[in-house]
């Protein structure tokens, strides 16, 4: 009987052979426009499929792995995912780890009040602190510099190997701010006082990183202490009263509008100085506070005319927005202030009858050079005698005629007055405004607890460190206000400053038990304005080797990433605190954008309780549902998970290894063994992930075994074509062999911390895991690495995933795969492609030949294998335009659009900072002589000659444009395979020709054999391409999307005023006229590469004190007892201009 079939197999293989030879005669003969026969492809894709699948189950093991986990089926408990039960118990996780943070805090804030309780100030007191920028520093006797001790510093694994003092804690001092100043000096004093509490909240919470204190008076305590060091330009920018943290403690939400003054009069600096101070107030206000900009002459101007008559929310994008109008404002006709007035009171009480915005505190910036009257009869129409709104007038210029009305202003209206002179009074004198905000926080005693959305900020020491290695950190920061607890100040309302601590997003999604969410799912966390805090589409960074910050990146809707949600059903669910579910599609754009996933999504979302953050837990149907139980002996488990191929995921936490210093240094592994063994009842573990763990641990061990075999097999793979095995489970267990030796390896990046999308992370799987679970089981998955350079695509990755059971509900138990050489995998098509089909051995077509093009492209269209080896990784469109539209239009392939609201894309900007010519010599020269005349005739032409000064040092910066990146949203398309279309042929009229294809399906793979006939040139049709386009908005349009006010939760506490408050602290006019000296030191420090200044004559015209304040703080600048020593190439750059230092 087998003889008969044995026969009946080969004369019908004959009769294939026989009748494709002939066939494609009749073709050619007849004319007939398919000229390339199916038959023929079909027999080359079942033979390479065939060899393919062969060389990837027998070297991944694939085979094998799924029989052991079937002998397990019995002894293993598949159970459905419970999202509700799950997202409630992360969010009870977090909220624990939250409170820990904020009781930290709330110690902190303790003994911060009673240390200034019990502090008298004394202006002359004397007091040698650790000034974070001089620890360490000797002058040229090889002395400590003053306020820089010895100070030890050693590297803490801790604190990402930095080196740092774990006993004390440093202080920084802004640069523009006299670091022995009587007010730092005493507020540097009395908070020693909490070096010990910082210690003390380290030793009961060994997770907290950096914990601080800013002060009001402006310096910035810091533990564990670090050293500082200046910018490139020798600057340290860090102030941190104008930080989101600051802020956001110090004060309670607020309604703002900015008023600013462009009559004539305003021409030249005071106009430049106006618009710094209106962007300098913008920086003041955060995601919960509400704002617009009117400037006004005669007539009113809204900065944006769009929106007339309304506030919009202060987050990033809306504060550019509004800088870049700021730069087209100009200076004519007569300032209208009642008129003004009268449009801000009307516009606040407006925008409240509407409900929207912070609904708490109010207020009106004043930005102007002088106010003809009180307008008493204004303030009594729309503000008295409750006077809800704060009025804040900035006096700009050295004129006080005008001082006396505005600070009545400011007094009746429980606001606060001050004078900006120059550029370099700005920042100081706007942050009084806040001081003023926080007085009723402080009467009532509220120490309210904050918590800001994710941010970076690069300024500070540990951030500039770990930008060049690790890259900049994701993080949030909880908050809480300092009060003076003095009696006799009380109704003063005095804020000494804000404490806070750091927590990195990273802490968050080591709470997430990833195992548990499948291998697409995920967990996420917004804030109260629905901005996310945590997600894995979030993309804060841009650009190759150093990253850079994107600028909206901390204001990221939750709407622009679950873009397929477009009612915001889950958004406003979530930022309204419920608790829930919702359903929708999804397309899951993997593999740098270039991929897409069609998924089924559930997601479950609640609240974290003493937070404004939200929860929430997408968990993809099918496998994604379904966890399993396995269950072996301990001494099993531990026994196969020491292998020395055995590793588990670096960012998944088995067992916490933070909580204790003694365990900071153990492995994962080494931590399980510990807490095993019962030695160890302060380690804390997962206890079902660790028992999964050792269960994959047992099952996968064979393989250890299997591949070593073949690796000592000399027969097997004696070309070296396949040069690494590997497994993954869900349990973040994998296991690595190598068939050749390290060095030899083609690509040495893969399952390395390099290959970000190639390990388990902490929010997701690896890429080929992901794609394997979507393929049909028992398929492989084979695919190029899209990363940069030309070596790494010169590797091939088959990848297959392994059910626990045969059913639709079984979950997947793991993935396995292979690497090979790209020239083995190419090699073995083209051998397959040479097959014949005639019975005398002569191929009546091949790939071969010149007149048809062959190309083996995947299941998104990229190309793996084409003659043209410069289109490898490619996608087909780009070299088969007029193909790849026939096969979208026969429906064998579909384009999926998707949206990228994270984009940035290049523009042409022809505008420059024109401050950028100071860093020119010359101009720097030009600039510092001709402020020097400019001052000399100020009287005589006010401020207006500045302006014409200045335009011709900047027309050579204007003229230089500049390319640059924005954000902005984009549309791109993926392309997918029809699964059920396994083969198809095609024609195509090219204008009097017909170009015929043939597709077939590479049986178990996701790869498709396409055979193009290339005599027909079809070059009118356009290629096909993935390139995003940038989605325009007509200006109706972007009106709409800025007036848009999506769903947000106000904070739950609000202190707008307090009838117990002094308001007759409403402050002053402090002009500050510089000397003839002072003027002619600044343009000495510009003329002369090195300059030197007798000590003695600085001191005549300057001052001692504004020597070592204004000096000594310079970057490259020295003092001696005789000579005041500045290298200007670096102190020079520091500000606009250097005699803005001195007023």
Request: net charge negative; hydrophobic share 40%; aromatic share 10%.
């Amino acid at each position: 009987m087998q003889v008969d079939r044995s026969k009946v197999r080969a004369w019908s293989a004959c009769f294939l052979l026989l009748s494709s030879t002939l066939s494609y005669g009749i073709i050619e003969v007849g004319g007939f426009h398919q000229s390339i026969p199916p038959s023929v492809v079909k027999l080359w894709a079942s033979a390479f499929g065939g060899e393919m699948k062969s060389i990837s189950a027998k070297y991944s093991g694939s085979q094998l792995l799924q029989k052991k986990y079937k002998e397990f089926d019995r002894a293993v408990r598949v159970e459905e995912i419970d999202g509700l039960r799950l997202v409630k118990k992360l969010a009870e996780n977090m909220e624990e780890m939250f409170h820990k943070k904020a009781q930290a805090m709330k110690r902190l804030v303790v003994a911060a009040e009673e240390a200034h309780l019990q502090h008298e100030e004394d202006p002359d007191l004397l007091y040698e602190y650790f000034n974070a920028v001089l620890i360490n520093e000797v002058d040229e006797e090889g002395n400590n510099v003053e306020l820089g001790g010895e100070f030890i510093l050693q590297p803490n694994d801790h604190f990402n190997n930095l080196s740092v003092n774990l006993s004390l804690s440093v202080v920084q001092v802004p640069t523009n701010m006299y670091n022995k100043d009587s007010a730092i000096v005493n507020g540097v004093y009395w908070s020693e006082a909490l070096n010990k509490v910082f210690v003390d909240n380290f030793e009961r919470d060994p997770s907290l990183i950096w914990q601080y204190f800013g002060s009001a008076k402006g310096f910035f305590r810091q533990y564990p202490g670090i050293k500082w060091k200046p910018d490139e330009h020798g600057v340290i920018a860090f102030d941190c009263r104008n930080r989101k943290w600051y802020i956001q403690a110090a004060t309670s939400p607020k309604n703002v509008v900015i008023l600013v003054d462009v009559s004539g009069s305003m021409k030249g600096l005071r106009l430049t100085i106006a618009r710094q101070t209106v962007s300098s107030i913008l920086d003041t206000l955060g995601d919960d506070d509400f704002f617009n900009i009117i400037a006004y002459n005669e007539e009113l101007h809204y900065v944006e005319p769009c929106l007339n008559g309304t506030l919009v929310q202060a987050d990033v994008a809306n504060k550019d927005h509004f800088r870049e109008h700021l730069d087209k404002l100009f200076a004519q006709g007569i300032g209208m202030l009642n008129i003004a007035l009268s449009e801000a009171f009307n516009l606040l009480n407006e925008f409240n009858e509407t409900g929207r915005g912070s609904e708490c505190s109010q207020a009106i910036m004043l930005v102007t050079d002088g106010a003809v009257d009180t307008y008493d009869a204004i303030f009594a129409k729309f503000n008295w005698p409750d006077r809800k709104v704060r009025i804040f007038p900035y006096l700009i210029g050295r004129e006080s005629a005008f001082a006396d009305n505005l600070k009545w202003m400011a007094c009746a209206n429980k606001g606060y007055f001050t004078q900006i002179s120059t550029l370099a009074d700005v920042q100081e004198n706007v942050m009084e405004y806040l001081h003023v905000l926080s007085r009723p926080k402080v009467i009532d005693r509220e120490h309210d607890t904050v918590w800001t959305e994710a941010y970076i900020d690069s300024t500070l020491p540990q951030a500039q460190k770990l930008d060049d290695g690790q890259g900049p950190v994701l993080m949030t920061t909880v908050a809480m206000p300092v009060f003076s607890t003095k009696n006799e100040t009380r109704n003063h309302g005095i804020l000494l400053g804000v404490v806070g601590t750091d927590v990195p997003v990273s802490e968050l999604l080591k709470t997430i038990p990833k195992y548990k969410l499948g291998i697409h799912g995920y967990a996420f966390a917004i804030t109260n304005n629905g901005y996310i805090l945590t997600h894995p589409d979030l993309r804060p960074l841009y650009g190759d080797g150093k990253k850079r910050r994107k600028p909206n990146y901390s204001s990221v809707d939750l709407s622009e990433v679950e873009w397929e949600d477009k009612d915001d059903t889950l958004r406003n669910a979530m930022v309204n605190r419920k608790t829930g579910t919702f359903s929708m599609e999804v397309k899951k754009s993997i593999d740098k954008g270039k991929r897409v996933l069609v998924l089924q999504n559930d997601y479950y979302y609640t609240d974290i309780q003493g937070t404004p953050f939200s929860l929430g837990v997408a968990l993809s149907r099918g496998h994604g549902k379904f966890f399993f139980a396995g269950n072996v002996t301990v001494e099993e488990g531990l026994h196969d998970l020491e292998h020395p191929d055995v590793a588990l995921a670096d960012e998944w936490t088995y067992c916490n290894t933070d909580d204790h210093p003694e365990h900071r240094y153990l492995t994962q592994i080494e931590a399980i063994k510990r807490y095993l063994s019962g030695h160890e009842p302060q380690l804390r573990c997962d206890k079902d992930l660790v028992q999964e763990v050792l269960f994959d641990a047992v099952v996968t061990a064979p393989l250890e075994a299997y591949w070593t075999s073949l690796v000592l097999n000399k027969s097997e793979n004696s070309d070296k074509g396949v040069e690494i095995a590997y497994l993954g489970t869900r349990t973040g267990l994998s296991r690595i062999n190598l068939f050749v030796v390290p060095n030899k390896l083609t690509s040495q990046d893969f399952l390395t911390a390099e290959d970000k999308e190639g390990v388990f992370n902490a929010d997701h799987f690896p890429l080929w895991y992901k794609r394997a679970a979507e393929q049909v089981p028992g398929t492989f998955v084979y695919s190029l690495p899209f990363n940069t350079g030309s070596e790494n695509k010169s590797v091939v990755l088959a990848s297959t995933a392994i059910q626990l059971l045969d059913e639709r509900k079984s979950p997947i138990a793991a993935a396995v795969g292979i690497q090979m050489k790209l020239d083995f995998f190419q090699r073995k098509f083209w051998t397959a492609s040479r097959q014949c089909a005639a019975l005398d051995g002569k191929c009546s077509i091949s790939c071969d030949d010149e007149d048809i093009n062959c190309y083996l492209i995947d299941n998104n269209g990229f190309i793996l294998v084409a003659e043209d080896y410069t289109l490898t990784g490619k996608f087909f469109g780009e070299a088969e335009g007029a193909v790849m539209s026939k096969l979208l239009q026969m429906g064998s392939f579909k384009r999926v659009t998707l949206y990228d609201y994270q984009a940035l894309c290049w523009v042409y900007s022809e505008s420059s900072d024109s401050g950028n010519a100071l860093f020119d010599p010359y101009f720097a020269f030009l600039s510092a002589v001709k402020w020097l005349l400019t001052e000399l005739v100020i009287f005589l032409v006010e401020f207006n000659l500045y302006s014409w000064w200045q335009s011709d040092l900047t027309a050579k910066a204007q003229r230089t444009g500049r390319a640059m990146q924005v954000p902005c949203d984009t549309e791109y398309p993926a392309f997918v395979s029809e699964r059920t279309i396994k083969e198809n042929t095609g024609n195509i009229d090219c204008d009097g020709c017909i170009k015929s294809f043939v597709i077939q399906q590479i049986p178990s793979s996701n790869l498709f054999m396409v055979v193009v006939d290339n005599k027909c040139d079809c070059s009118m049709f356009e290629p096909i391409t993935m390139d995003p386009v940038e989605i325009m908005y007509n200006e109706s349009l972007k009106c709409e999307r800025l007036k848009m006010q999506k769903d947000r939760r106000r904070p739950d506490t609000c202190h707008p005023f307090h009838p117990e408050e002094n308001s007759m602290e409403c402050g002053g006019a402090h002009t500050l006229t510089p000397s003839f000296s002072a003027t002619l030191l600044c343009v000495l420090l510009a003329l002369f590469p090195r300059s030197f200044i007798t000590l003695k004559w600085a001191e005549s015209c300057l001052g001692s004190s504004h020597i070592e304040s204004g000096l000594s703080f310079l970057p490259g600048c020295q003092m001696s007892e005789t000579n005041v020593c500045c290298d200007t190439t670096s102190a020079f750059r520091q500000t606009h201009g250097l005699c803005d230092l001195f007023g």
